[in-house]
């Protein structure tokens, strides 16, 4: 029997404001444990809710970024529950007017893992969503060997949930989809989306079944993932342990579990019938929320999203769809490239050097392009140099070194160290001549069609011109004389 899997993922995106979600503290990674708190966030008695409106504008950009429907009037719900991280009892979301709707994130070749983009099942694949609904995060427990401690600092943040439809059908395509996503979320500045510290968080719904049925199979949940590889480990584990419960004959049910990574395993946690009734109703606190205004003001903020730029660099600069995919997906990597491309002639010698040289440069040294100590416009400078032969590649290198050294330009390097290429073709000449007269053998060899001794008489001339002579036109004009 085969079995066909629906994968549906829930991403919790913290958004980045300066302010949490309904009160003034701070939002801030790393605080001291209970700094950035108020009575509003703490849930003390009598305290009220203010919205924020940041929130609002960077929910609503997503949801132009992504191609949702913009809802009229959305408004905001209080859900019921009761757990330490949520002291006031409930948790203020948004249930049946949600302000994003539909919409869908694609997915590109280079979003999937490495190992899978040879093998990939639906190409420019698009991931439709649900909804995008926006709430406040909760607080963050702390277990420890005899005791549990709360920080509050995270609670009240805005939070951002993005709900897929269970429309994903492998661990690879869940993988591609939160790379794309995370990378739209970055390029809209709504979220710096940094799951290593709980900016972007994940619940996945899998579901498994005969692929002779149509309904779906049980759900079943993986919570609180917070890596992307953690997701694709986790269900590839959870798709094959169901697989072979239903091969055995066994029934599977709906509940939650969660993964350990270092295991390699996920663990029940609790089935539906412990699941919690949210008892959802309208927060009496704050009014609904027209869209109008918000579309008016986000429209113009809409940016240039990977996929399109990625096209762009490919028509305009000429760089292959791998350089092209690189580039994009750091912004800042990108503003770099297309900086020093801007009137550059040789705009894909330029995106070799940046994503060679100069990013292996930047890695050694614990750096990234944002202070890179090499401005754009140098490096384009560097590539126009070896480009008209004034200096050779192997030069060029050293020339580099220098520049990401001292900050100096090209050029300067170049008339300070005095190796700029000799490509004055009169005096290469006289060293060719020089050379084949003190040569005859290699000569000789060469001109019975052993091809290799010209590599030879090469480097003789090279070194005759203590490394200065253009090796380009050094071999044109050995292979001229010598026939």
């Not at 392009?369 to 070896?386: C, F, K, Q, Y």
């Not at 520049?403 to 100096?408: D, P, Q, R, T, V």
């Not at 090209?410 to 008339?415: D, K, L, P």
Request: charged share 25%; proline share 6%.
């Amino acid at each position: 029997m085969k079995y066909l899997t629906a994968i549906g993922l829930e991403v919790h995106v913290q958004l980045k404001t300066r302010s949490k979600m309904f009160c003034g503290c701070a939002v801030e990674f790393g605080a001291p444990p209970n700094s950035l708190t108020c009575p509003t966030c703490l849930g003390l008695p009598g305290a009220l809710p203010a919205m924020n409106h940041e929130a609002l504008r960077l929910t609503a950009l997503t949801g132009l970024m992504l191609g949702c429907d913009i809802a009229p009037v959305c408004n905001f719900d209080r859900k019921n529950y009761f757990y330490p991280d949520m002291p006031k009892n409930y948790q203020i979301s948004q249930y049946d007017l949600p302000i994003c709707e539909n919409g869908r994130v694609p997915l590109h070749e280079f979003a999937y893992p490495k190992d899978a983009q040879r093998q990939i099942a639906a190409p420019d694949k698009k991931v439709r969503l649900v909804r995008i609904h926006l709430e406040e995060d909760v607080a963050k427990s702390f277990h420890f060997e005899t005791s549990t401690g709360i920080d509050f600092n995270r609670a009240g943040t805005p939070l951002m949930e993005i709900v897929t439809q269970p429309e994903i059908h492998s661990p690879e395509e869940a993988f591609a989809f939160l790379t794309a996503l995370k990378q739209i979320l970055r390029y809209g500045a709504v979220s710096d989306a940094d799951m290593e510290k709980g900016q972007m968080r994940c619940d996945c719904n899998i579901s498994v079944r005969p692929i002779t049925q149509q309904a779906l199979g049980a759900k079943i949940e993986i919570k609180n993932m917070n890596s992307i590889s953690g997701v694709r480990r986790a269900l590839a584990y959870e798709v094959e342990r169901q697989n072979a419960a239903l091969a055995r004959g066994e029934t599977l049910r709906q509940e939650t579990r969660r993964w350990d990574d270092d295991a390699g395993q996920t663990f029940l946690m609790r089935t539906k019938e412990m699941a919690h009734d949210y008892r959802y109703f309208p927060d009496p606190d704050l009014l609904p929320v027209k869209s109008e205004g918000l579309l008016d003001e986000v429209r113009a903020l809409v940016p240039e999203l990977p996929g399109a730029k990625r096209a762009r660099f490919i028509a305009q600069y000429q760089v292959s769809a791998y350089d092209a995919d690189v580039l994009v997906d750091d912004l800042d990597l990108a503003r770099y490239f297309e900086s020093a491309a801007h009137g550059a002639r040789k705009p894909k010698h330029l995106a070799n050097w940046i994503l060679n040289d100069l990013q292996s440069a930047l890695t050694h040294h614990g750096l990234t392009i944002a202070n890179s100590p090499i401005a754009p416009g140098a490096l384009d400078e560097l590539v126009n140099l070896i480009h008209d032969r004034r200096i050779s590649s192997t030069q060029g290198k050293e020339v580099f070194a220098e520049m990401f050294a001292s900050g100096k330009s090209a050029g300067t390097i170049v008339q300070e160290k005095g190796i700029a290429q000799l490509s004055d073709t009169g005096a290469i000449e006289a060293l060719c001549e020089q050379v084949i007269a003190a040569h005859p053998k290699p000569v000789a060899d060469f001109r019975g069609g052993h091809a290799a001794s010209l590599n030879y008489l090469k480097g003789q001339v090279m070194k005759l011109s203590q490394g200065q002579a253009n090796p380009g036109l050094v071999g044109e004009i050995l292979k001229r004389k010598l026939k």
